[in-house]
């Protein structure tokens, strides 16, 4: 039971312009959402979350988009750049719990 | 970041053999965690533990055990490996607080032939 999912394996974007990333989830008891990015060979990195009280956050080049409704979240980056091209997971946290469900990932890559 | 070292790094394995993966923190994090990383799943929690001597199942648990003798390390061992235990293990660490965010080791690869 894929309690988070992104159900785009892979995604390719010309660099300059916009990166889409797409999450659902089922369990509505999440309250707290993440992004994390991995490069090869490398552990995931933290990239932004957002609380379920918010439905949008932003950090410099990076929005994270949350619609409760639709059980649905989203990561923007603009403009893209080459060294967005990794892997990107979300994950999600329910009534604080202490333990993060991810999704499968999505591998971003931006072409010059 | 979180300072997390895992050890060791990559080991290829026989089937049958036991083996442990270990993973410390330097940032008094009252949380860790092992994952592991397999294609088409994403990351998938082991087992996880909330303070010394205190640990709990993640959702793919079976075959695997954990022990936490010090805050600072946290043990994840295959009692008798499968091929199947073929993956990507990660630690991860984190202050336990509301809207955790939890930091990854580097991975431990791991081959069990």
């Known amino acids: 039971d894929q309690q988070v999912k992104q159900n785009s394996p892979s995604l390719s974007v010309q660099e300059g312009r916009i990166s889409i990333l797409n999450c659902d989830y089922t369990?509505?008891?999440?309250?707290?959402f993440l992004w994390y990015k991995k490069y090869p060979a490398e552990g995931p990195t933290f990239l932004i979350s957002?609380?379920?009280?918010?439905d949008k956050n932003e950090d410099g080049r990076f929005t994270v988009f949350l619609n409760k409704s639709a059980k649905h979240l989203s990561l923007h980056i603009v403009p893209s750049q080459p060294g967005d091209s990794a892997v990107y997971f979300c994950?999600?946290?329910?009534?604080?719990?202490?333990?993060?469900?991810f999704g499968q990932g999505t591998r971003l890559t931006i072409n010059p | 970041d979180a300072g997390i070292t895992q050890s060791p790094r990559h080991k290829v394995t026989e089937t049958g053999t036991p083996v442990t993966l270990r993973c410390h923190q330097t940032?008094?994090?009252?949380?860790m965690y092992w994952y592991r990383q397999d294609p088409g799943h994403g990351l998938r929690l082991i087992h996880y533990?909330?303070?010394?001597?205190?640990?709990d199942k993640g959702e793919v648990s079976d075959g695997y055990s954990v022990s936490r003798s010090k805050t600072e390390d946290f043990l994840l061992t295959l009692e008798s490996a499968t091929s199947s235990q073929t993956s990507v293990y990660f630690c991860?660490?984190?202050?336990?607080?509301?809207?955790?965010?939890?930091?990854f080791g580097e991975g431990s690869w791991l081959t069990v032939v």
């Open positions: 991860a660490s984190g202050q336990g607080i509301r809207g955790n965010t939890i930091y």
């Open positions: 369990n509505s008891m999440f309250d707290y």
């Open positions: 957002i609380s379920s009280i918010k």
């Open positions: 994950a999600a946290s329910a009534n604080g719990a202490q333990k993060l469900v």
């Open positions: 940032e008094n994090h009252r949380y």
């Open positions: 533990s909330y303070g010394v001597k205190d640990t």
